[in-house]
């Protein structure tokens, strides 16, 4: 039996994307994000690995970028900001999926958006909404981690 070059390698990806996710679900680090649902389709697909910047900076954050924050009961969302509001001497971001119709509601009531302390990090892009990601392979963590 003869293994094809481009079946290695994909397997070595998914093997490393597999063990990635899993390194940073047990650590509670997160630097690769795994989509899922059709919120932000069609940029973004259920399966889709992005890759996550640390923020330490909130003036780091852009119209247009695409955002990992988290929601008071634990939930990861990715979405595109929209908006940038300073309240309190505090940054929010209103965000939306590029599929939903409205934007998120805030963390916190009375909150303009989200806030910074929500954020967990930005997704890689090469600007103007072109998000680094690789397709579908996530699919395979998706169905194991649940």
Not at 96 to 118: A, L, Y
Request: glycine content about 8%; charged content about 20%; overall charge positive.
């Amino acid at each position: 039996m003869r293994i094809r070059k481009t079946d290695l390698l994909l397997t070595i990806i998914v093997v490393f994307l597999l063990g990635f996710s899993l390194y940073g679900k047990l650590s509670n680090t997160h630097f690769l994000a795994v989509v899922e649902g059709r919120s932000m389709e069609p940029t973004l697909n259920t399966g889709d690995i992005v890759f996550m910047i640390p923020i330490s900076d909130p003036r780091e954050i852009n119209v247009g970028d695409v955002i990992v924050f988290k929601r008071p009961n634990g939930e990861l969302i990715i979405h595109r900001v929209i908006e940038i509001k300073i309240y309190k001497d505090s940054y929010y971001y209103v965000t939306k999926g590029d599929n939903n119709p409205i934007p998120d509601p805030p963390n916190n009531p009375g909150e303009p958006g989200i806030s910074f302390r929500s954020v967990i990090g930005k997704v890689l892009s090469l600007g103007k909404g072109v998000v680094i990601k690789i397709p579908y392979v996530g699919i395979i963590p998706l169905i194991l981690l649940k």
